[in-house]
């Protein structure tokens, strides 16, 4: 059963516009959340995380937001670039202790077109 | 910047050989993990290790092992190569002193048995 969702295999959007990475997850225990973006042959890199004690965090262009009650929180990218097209994995742990592991999602491929 | 390395971005492996893929970080991290990343099934678990000497199952363990003699080295073994097991096979770290730290990757193995 499958705990970190990301149900759209696929994205495409124009340079310039607002890019909305979806992600959903059942396990309430689940209270820190991380985003990734990986290019091909590359192993992921980390973009952005939120707390569960937050609904909102913002670095540059790159926002995450977590809806708790509903179990779900989306990536925003505005403007997005051509740069961007990769495939974003969602990811999830559970901190229930100092060592933690994460969760992931099967990943999203963004096509940003010039 | 941590470095995660593995030591082969290819190897193409023959049914029923014994393989060995190797990881090395340089940050003195404490927590290392493997994953294998397959299209449409995202990033899987298949164990990790908190300490040295010491391993845990992930979500598919069956038909690995790992070996962790030293604090800066996680190697996963394959004791008996099957096609099922070709895949992107992605080995990480995190420093194991915070909740929900992130983890740092290598730029993976595309592993493919014939």
């Known amino acids: 059963d499958q705990q970190v969702k990301q149900n759209s295999p696929s994205l495409s959007v124009q340079e310039g516009r607002i890019s909305i990475l979806n992600c959903d997850y059942t396990n309430s225990m689940f209270d820190y959340f991380l985003w990734y973006k990986k290019y091909p042959a590359e192993g992921p890199t980390f973009l952005i995380s939120?707390?569960?004690?937050?609904d909102k965090n913002e670095d540059g262009r790159f926002t995450v937001f977590l809806n708790k009650s509903a179990k779900h929180l989306s990536l925003h990218i505005v403007p997005s670039q051509p740069g961007d097209s990769a495939v974003y994995f969602c990811a999830a742990s559970a901190q229930t202790g100092a060592n933690s592991k994460l969760t992931f999602g099967k990943g999203i491929t963004l096509s940003v077109r010039p | 910047d941590v470095k995660v390395t593995q030591s082969s971005r290819y190897l193409v492996k023959r049914t029923g050989e014994k393989v060995f893929l190797e990881c090395v970080q340089d940050?003195?991290?404490?927590?290392m993990f493997w994953y294998r990343q397959d299209p449409g099934l995202g990033l899987r678990l298949i164990y990790f290790s908190y300490d040295v000497k010491m391993k845990e199952k992930g979500d598919i363990p069956e038909g690995y092992s790992v070996s962790r003699e030293k604090k800066e080295r996680f190697s996963l073994i394959l004791e008996s190569a099957s096609t099922n097991q070709t895949s992107m096979y992605l080995c990480?770290?995190?420093?194991?002193?915070?909740?929900?730290?992130?983890?740092?990757f290598g730029s993976g193995t595309q592993l493919s048995v014939l």
């Open positions: 939120i707390s569960s004690i937050k």
């Open positions: 940050m003195d991290h404490e927590n």
């Open positions: 990480a770290s995190s420093p194991g002193q915070d909740k929900g730290e992130k983890l740092f």
